[in-house]
């Protein structure tokens, strides 16, 4: 089973750029897709079943969300989030694992004021509070259920700095201890950092509980180098990140 996160840098449908990505999320080819900074109407295939959260905060348009999760399997059931505009919670039935948690989510960035009067690292650390409240109630309801977070983090997890903050990567990591969850897009897992020789790192992350452990492979990144090259046009300020389990 593969899953795979994107940011698509508010991706809006009917463009050039989205036929491109959208050519991108074919080639890849996952079960479940974690969309962050994307539209509704953007999706993988006919044979997908999304779910969303709520609208994003300061958007102009109904169907731009922060996060939508598509799924091949044919039962998806929306759960309860703390925070319904920057956090979706995907209970997924699938053939190979049964019962499964999906929960995408989009932290602030540093420069992020939509949580005013919270800023930066304390916006941060306040967002991974309330995504711990979550992970705390879907473990006390399912119990040992394998669980999946991903999506945009803003926050490398890497020994050195790429972006964020050293006190908001403390919270993430205690979080993601307490939680159970082991990110595979951190550290020697890095698939950006690999790619571009310590240039860049991961900010958007794949987390598995120990369930699901180990992978079939490590995570994998894509589309390669358009999204580093200057001059390249991009398709998003983010890369892509997939992991097969």
Same mark, same amino acid.
């Given at each position: 089973m593969r899953i795979a996160t994107w940011n698509l840098q508010r991706a809006t449908v009917n463009t050039s750029r989205t036929r491109k990505i959208l050519d991108w999320i074919k080639e890849v080819q996952a079960d479940i897709w974690i969309l962050t900074e994307t539209d509704e109407r953007i999706s993988p295939g006919s044979d997908y079943l999304p779910i969303h959260t709520d609208r994003a905060e300061q958007t102009q348009r109904? *169907?731009?969300?922060?996060?939508? &999760?598509? +799924? $091949?399997?044919?039962?998806?059931?929306?759960? /309860? +989030? *703390? !925070? %319904? %505009? $920057? *956090? =979706? &919670?995907?209970? &997924?039935?699938? /053939?190979?694992?049964? +019962?499964v948690i999906v929960?995408?989510?989009?932290?602030?960035?540093?420069g992020d004021r939509s949580k005013l009067p919270l800023t930066g690292a304390d916006a941060f650390c306040a967002a991974v509070d309330l995504l711990a409240t979550d992970l705390s109630q879907v473990r006390?309801?399912?119990?040992?259920?394998?669980?999946?977070? =991903?999506? !945009?983090?803003?926050? !490398?997890?890497?020994?050195?700095? #790429? #972006?964020? %903050?050293?006190?908001?990567?403390? @919270?993430? @990591? !205690?979080?993601?201890?307490? =939680?159970?969850? *082991?990110?595979?897009? %951190?550290?020697k897992h890095d698939p950006i950092f690999r790619l571009t020789k310590g240039t860049h790192a991961c900010i958007d992350h794949v987390c598995v509980n120990k369930e699901w452990i180990p992978c079939k492979s490590g995570a994998q990144v894509f589309p390669a180098q358009e999204n580093v090259v200057p001059g390249k046009d991009p398709l998003s300020d983010h890369f892509g990140v997939y992991i097969d389990l």
């Open positions: 109904e *169907t731009e969300k922060w996060v939508v &999760i598509w +799924s $091949r399997f044919p039962h998806v059931e929306l759960l /309860p +989030s *703390t !925070d %319904s %505009s $920057r *956090t =979706a &919670i995907a209970l &997924i039935e699938t /053939p190979q694992y049964g +019962s929960c995408g989510t989009v932290f602030p960035w540093i006390a309801k399912f119990g040992g259920i394998k669980i999946c977070l =991903a999506g !945009d983090f803003n926050q !490398d997890l890497n020994n050195h700095h #790429y #972006y964020g %903050s050293k006190k908001g990567k403390a @919270k993430l @990591k !205690d979080m993601l201890e307490t =939680a159970g969850l *082991t990110c595979l897009t %951190s550290g």
